[in-house]
Every structure is written in structure tokens, then in C-alpha cells.
């Protein structure tokens, strides 16, 4: 295939990643998106393979075959529980490969036109270096991502004196080294260079605690558009740096958003070391008690078919007790003795963005009935019973109430506005933020004790009598 | 006339590129953003693009093992990343 015919064929091939993209914007052209994403990339992989440097395919098949075949198993059976530590691994291995096709880019660089070896231009040697670079820390961050949220090491913020000026340390000897790289194409230096980054990926996740993954991994996201996208300006290829761009873009409006569902700037959660998951005990112990009124689910029950409107707030403890299915089966329930049900999702409910949306489709919640924060919170005012099942920190009113508030200017759904609050929870703990929820205390307010699927269980057995 | 260096022809596309990315990524429906991560997961791996020109041309053992990796790992992540957000979609669209 001729240079200009590939270039051709790779440009499609980045419209249909930019329509893949837009597919998304609503359920009903999603798969259609789909579709493009997948036509792109084989239109992307057929174009390499047609092209003339390429003269032996037994490795590449086969690469591709054993790839294929673990990513599709994996992707069948894994839990949309564990979606996010999913995501936290592919993220690594993007990395990983970035770090892996900048080797091979500086071993033998004449198989991409950018000079042999001793003579690769300088321009392309700082591409390399900041391509193998983010690759990197895109791999280690996504492995300390990964082990965090699969409970391998602690959800607590590991923190130790002199973190920072380590960090920062590091990062001056990184741009020192990519420097040198470019001037001297030395290999020990490229991987001087990798180490360093390496070191800097896990040192840079480390002291990020539980409760800010969503952040981490939306941000692991952005990182790994942007080492592709390094690795397209390494080999000049611009489907890699498109593709790449679009990636960043993404998974840095989503670090955005998540940081705003939060109330808290992106330099406060990479410095910081909040959200861990022993906070809570250490805050709790030497409050007075004051007095809260508990319920049975035979109360649950009776208030909610008595309501003419529902709204269910879930948030990450529904997931853990697996309760969505229990729940959604509640809500069919309560629909068809004539109640409106609605689901209220906080932008940070679930440990990734959009994660509680995936689960309650999952459990076959209608899409029309999930609705976001901005679009509900007005109607909480009218509404009979809010059922809060595994949130806290999210319905609390002191984030708008108490200026002290650890959680102080972080957008809440307004659960204390409803006619009655139904609290699911296993105790009077608070949540990760380590912050006593008000809304425990108010005369409207029933706590429910227990787990989370075990209640909603016992609610649909007093509902059915 | 003088040539324009590489780079800034990368670079034009690049900048562009991100500003389709952040006008379109806006328009995505939160309940999508699950999705939207791992289709853009799987759509970054087109790095594989580099490792099949490395691993179809390589001279050196050493060379081979890396672009062999990275075709595997980019792999994984493409059929992975495109499976799961299908999933994911199927579920979305499921008759009510």
C-alpha cells in the first residue's frame, strides 16, 4: 500500500474514532458508535499490515490471537462491579505497550523512517523520551490504581514525610534525563528515563486514598491518550496523535467533572492523602451521641406504599451488599401499586464515572428512570420518600450548611427536602470523608439498619403480604 | 520555500484534535461515561499501529520481544475494551 493510500485510510479511520465518540452522546446511537469504533480500528490495523515494511506476520498473528482471546475472556466474565479495576488494567497496559513501541522505535528506527541507529533526529528523541515517559507513569499509576480497588494494598492515603520534594525531585531529574537522551540517543539513558518514570507512576497514585478513585482513574484515563498520542509524534503518525488527543481530552473532562462532583481542584487530590477507608473510625470516637430514630422494614414498607413518589438515592455500599437487583425488584414493586420511582445518581456514586449508571442497567432499572443530580435535586421538595441505600456523604446537608465541613461546597443531592428520608445503613458510622451526616439526626429521618440486600429483601416480603 | 518541520504539522493536528475531543466528549450523557471510558480505552491502544510495523520488520531478537508484547497487550485491550463497552451498551438499550 502506497504512503499516501495508508495516510488516507488512517484518516478515516480517526473520523470513525471521533463518530465512536459522539455516538455516545445518548443510548439509542451508542452501538451505532460502536460500530465505527470497531470498523476504525480494523480499518487501522489492516492499513499497517498492508504496508510494505511489514514482511513477516507469524509474530503479529499471533500476538494478535493471544490478545485477543484474553481480552475477550476477560471482558465476558468480568463483574460490572469490578468494572473499575478492569478499566485500571487495560489502562496499564496501554502504558506498558507505549513503553514497549518506543523501545523497539529506538532500537531499530529506520522500521519508521525516523533515521537509523546514531542518527535518530533529536526532535524524535524528545518524543520518544516523553512518550516512554507518560507511558511509564500511565503503567505503574494504573497498577497501584488496580491493586487499590481490588483491595491487594489498602484503600488509605499512604503518606510519608518529604513525599513531595521526592516527587518533585524526580520530576526535575525526568526532564534532565529526557534532555540528555535527546542530545546523546543513549540507550542506559532511555532507560534511565523509564525508570524514573516508573518510580514517579507509583509514587504519584501511592498517597491517593479510596475515595478519590474515580479522579485516579479518569486521570490514568487522560494519561493514557496522551502517551499514545507521544508515541504518534515519535512516528510521525497522525491517526496515533488524533487518536491520542481524543483520549486525553476525554479522560480529562472526566477528571474534571469528577473533581467538581467533589468540590475539590485536581492539585488538592494528587498533594492530598483524603479519603481513606479508616478516616471515619478515628473522626467518630468522641462525640456525644445524639438521638436518631430507627425503623423496621415493616415501616419502610408501609411509607413507601402509602407515597405517591420515590426517590431511590444508591450510591457505592448498594454495589458492595450486591443489592441492585434486590432493589431494582423493590422498585417494580412499589411502580406497580401505582408509585413514581425514580433513581438519583451523584456524579461520584460508584467508584468510576457513570459506574452506578452500568450497575442499575445491569440490574434492568429502565434508563428513563435513572436521572442525574441537576436534573432531579428540585424535586426532591415534592416528593414523599427519599430512599437512601449505601450513599451518606453525598446527601449530606452540611456541605452547604457548615463552612467547617470537611465536605463543605461539594454538590449534594437535597434528600433532607423530602417529605420522609428512609437511611439504609449498616450503622451510625459516617462515611469516607469522615463526617457525621446531620441528616441521621432530623425528626423526618428513619434509619433502617442492615445490609443493604437483606433490607431491600425484607422490604419486598412487606410489600407482597 | 522552506520546509515545515514535522513536528509542527503533528502538532496543528494534535491541537486540533483535542479541541474535537473536548466539544464532542461535553456532548456525552453522564449515564454514558462508563462507556465512554472504556471505548476510549480501547480506541488508545490503536498504538498497536506501531507495534505491527515493529514486529513485522524486526531484525533483532530484542526488537521482536517488545513489538511482540505490545501487540499482545494492545490486543488485549482493544477486543477487551470493545467486548466490555458492548456489554455495557447492551445493557442500556435493553427492552424495558
Same mark, same amino acid.
Not at chain 1, 503503567?139 to 487499590?148: I, L, N, Q
Not at chain 1, 516508573?198 to 482513574?217: H, R, T, Y
Given at each position: 500500500m502506497s504512503a499516501n493510500l495508508s495516510a488516507l485510510s488512517y484518516l478515516i479511520s480517526s473520523v470513525c474514532f471521533i463518530?465512536?465518540?459522539?455516538?455516545? %452522546?445518548?443510548?439509542?446511537?451508542?452501538?451505532?458508535?460502536?460500530?465505527?469504533?470497531?470498523?476504525g480500528?480494523?480499518l487501522a490495523?489492516?492499513t499497517t499490515?498492508?504496508s510494505p515494511i511489514?514482511? %513477516?506476520?507469524?509474530?503479529?498473528?499471533?500476538?494478535?490471537?493471544?490478545?485477543?482471546?484474553?481480552?475477550?475472556? !476477560?471482558?465476558?466474565?468480568?463483574?460490572?462491579?469490578?468494572?473499575?479495576?478492569?478499566?485500571?488494567?487495560?489502562?496499564?497496559?496501554?502504558?506498558?505497550?507505549a513503553?514497549?513501541v518506543a523501545?523497539a522505535a529506538l532500537?531499530e528506527p529506520y522500521a519508521f523512517n525516523i533515521g537509523n541507529i546514531g542518527s535518530i533526529a533529536v526532535g524524535s528523541l524528545v518524543e520518544m523520551g516523553l512518550g516512554v515517559s507518560i507511558g511509564?507513569?500511565?503503567?505503574?499509576?494504573?497498577?497501584?490504581?488496580?491493586?487499590?480497588?481490588?483491595?491487594?494494598?489498602?484503600?488509605?492515603?499512604?503518606?510519608?514525610?518529604?513525599?513531595?520534594?521526592?516527587?518533585?525531585?524526580?520530576?526535575?531529574?525526568?526532564v534532565?534525563?529526557i534532555g540528555l537522551f535527546a542530545a546523546s540517543e543513549?540507550?542506559?539513558?532511555f532507560?534511565?528515563?523509564?525508570?524514573?518514570?516508573?518510580?514517579?507512576?507509583?509514587?504519584?497514585?501511592?498517597?491517593?486514598?479510596?475515595?478519590?478513585?474515580?479522579?485516579?482513574?479518569?486521570?490514568?484515563?487522560?494519561? %493514557?491518550g496522551w502517551a499514545a498520542a507521544g508515541i504518534g509524534f515519535t512516528l510521525g503518525n497522525s491517526l496515533l496523535i488524533i487518536t491520542g488527543a481524543l483520549v486525553g481530552a476525554?479522560?480529562a473532562?472526566?477528571?474534571?467533572?469528577?473533581?467538581?462532583?467533589?468540590?475539590?481542584?485536581?492539585?488538592?487530590? !494528587?498533594?492530598?492523602?483524603?479519603?481513606?477507608?479508616?478516616?471515619?473510625?478515628?473522626?467518630?470516637?468522641?462525640?456525644?451521641?445524639?438521638?436518631?430514630?430507627?425503623?423496621?422494614?415493616?415501616?419502610?414498607?408501609?411509607?413507601?406504599?402509602?407515597?405517591? %413518589?420515590? !426517590?431511590?438515592?444508591?450510591?457505592?455500599?448498594?454495589?458492595?451488599?450486591?443489592?441492585?437487583?434486590?432493589?431494582?425488584?423493590?422498585?417494580?414493586?412499589?411502580?406497580?401499586?401505582?408509585?413514581?420511582?425514580?433513581?438519583?445518581?451523584?456524579?461520584?456514586?460508584?467508584?468510576?464515572?457513570?459506574?452506578?449508571?452500568?450497575?442499575?442497567?445491569?440490574?434492568?432499572?429502565?434508563?428513563?428512570?435513572?436521572?442525574?443530580?441537576?436534573?432531579?435535586?428540585?424535586?426532591?421538595?415534592?416528593?414523599?420518600?427519599?430512599?437512601?441505600?449505601?450513599?451518606?456523604?453525598?446527601?449530606?446537608?452540611?456541605?452547604?450548611?457548615?463552612?467547617?465541613?470537611?465536605?463543605?461546597?461539594?454538590?449534594?443531592?437535597?434528600?433532607?427536602?423530602?417529605?420522609?428520608?428512609?437511611?439504609?445503613?449498616?450503622?451510625?458510622?459516617?462515611?469516607?470523608?469522615?463526617?457525621?451526616?446531620?441528616?441521621?439526626?432530623?425528626?423526618?429521618?428513619?434509619?433502617?439498619?442492615?445490609?443493604?440486600?437483606?433490607?431491600?429483601?425484607?422490604?419486598?416480603?412487606?410489600?407482597?403480604? | 520555500m522552506e520546509m515545515i518541520s514535522p513536528f509542527l504539522l503533528g502538532l496543528t493536528v494534535f491541537v486540533l484534535a483535542v479541541f474535537v475531543g473536548y466539544y464532542v466528549?461535553?456532548?456525552?450523557?453522564?449515564?454514558?461515561?462508563?462507556?465512554?471510558?472504556?471505548?476510549?480505552?480501547?480506541?488508545s491502544?490503536v498504538i498497536?499501529v506501531g507495534?505491527?510495523l515493529a514486529?513485522?520488520s524486526?531484525?533483532?531478537?530484542?526488537?521482536?520481544?517488545?513489538?511482540?508484547?505490545?501487540?499482545?497487550?494492545?490486543?488485549?485491550?482493544?477486543?477487551?475494551?470493545?467486548?466490555?463497552?458492548?456489554?455495557?451498551?447492551?445493557?442500556?438499550?435493553?427492552?424495558?
Open positions: 463518530l465512536a465518540l459522539q455516538g455516545l %452522546s445518548s443510548a439509542k446511537t451508542s452501538q451505532r458508535g460502536l460500530t465505527f469504533g470497531i470498523v480500528m480494523l490495523v489492516g499490515l498492508a511489514v514482511s %513477516s506476520y507469524g509474530w503479529i498473528l499471533s500476538g494478535l490471537i493471544v490478545g485477543g482471546v484474553i481480552g475477550t475472556v !476477560i471482558a465476558k466474565k468480568i463483574q460490572m462491579t469490578a468494572l473499575p479495576q478492569l478499566v485500571a488494567a487495560f489502562h496499564s497496559l496501554v502504558g506498558l505497550a513503553v514497549c523501545a532500537l511509564a507513569i500511565t503503567f505503574t499509576g494504573s497498577v497501584v490504581a488496580f491493586a487499590k480497588l481490588q483491595g491487594l494494598v489498602s484503600g488509605n492515603p499512604l503518606t510519608f514525610t518529604g513525599q513531595h520534594p521526592l516527587n518533585a525531585l524526580l520530576g526535575i531529574a525526568l534532565v534525563l543513549s540507550h542506559t539513558l532507560w534511565a528515563v523509564t525508570f524514573v518514570s516508573l518510580l514517579l507512576g507509583f509514587l504519584l497514585i501511592l498517597p491517593i486514598g479510596g475515595a478519590d478513585m474515580p479522579v485516579v482513574i479518569s486521570m490514568l484515563n487522560s494519561y %493514557s476525554s479522560g473532562i472526566l477528571s474534571y467533572i469528577m473533581c467538581k462532583g467533589m468540590n475539590r481542584s485536581i492539585f488538592n487530590i !494528587i498533594l492530598g492523602g483524603f479519603g481513606g477507608d479508616q478516616v471515619a473510625a478515628s473522626a467518630g470516637g468522641g462525640k456525644e451521641q445524639r438521638p436518631y430514630k430507627a425503623g423496621s422494614s415493616e415501616d419502610a414498607g408501609f411509607i413507601m406504599k402509602n407515597a405517591k %413518589s420515590v !426517590i431511590i438515592v444508591p450510591g457505592y455500599g448498594m454495589a458492595v451488599a450486591q443489592a441492585q437487583h434486590a432493589l431494582r425488584e423493590m422498585g417494580d414493586i412499589l411502580k406497580s401499586e401505582g408509585v413514581q420511582v425514580r433513581y438519583a445518581i451523584h456524579p461520584v456514586a460508584g467508584r468510576m464515572p457513570g459506574h452506578m449508571n452500568v450497575l442499575l442497567a445491569e440490574a434492568n432499572v429502565p434508563y428513563d428512570d435513572v436521572v442525574e443530580l441537576e436534573d432531579i435535586n428540585r424535586d426532591f421538595a415534592q416528593t414523599d420518600v427519599a430512599f437512601v441505600i449505601g450513599a451518606n456523604d453525598v446527601t449530606n446537608p452540611s456541605a452547604k450548611t457548615d463552612p467547617k465541613s470537611p465536605i463543605y461546597g461539594m454538590p449534594i443531592l437535597d434528600v433532607d427536602k423530602a417529605k420522609t428520608v428512609l437511611f439504609v445503613k449498616r450503622s451510625m458510622a459516617p462515611g469516607y470523608a469522615g463526617v457525621d451526616n446531620d441528616l441521621f439526626y432530623q425528626d423526618h429521618t428513619l434509619m433502617l439498619f442492615g445490609d443493604a440486600k437483606k433490607m431491600c429483601e425484607e422490604i419486598i416480603k412487606t410489600l407482597e403480604e | 466528549v461535553w456532548k456525552v450523557t453522564p449515564a454514558l461515561h462508563s462507556p465512554l471510558m472504556s471505548v476510549t480505552n480501547a480506541i491502544s498497536i507495534a505491527v514486529a513485522g524486526a531484525q533483532d531478537t530484542l526488537t521482536q520481544v517488545f513489538a511482540f508484547g505490545a501487540v499482545v497487550m494492545a490486543s488485549i485491550n482493544i477486543f477487551g475494551g470493545f467486548v466490555v463497552t458492548r456489554r455495557m451498551l447492551e445493557m442500556f438499550n435493553k427492552k424495558k
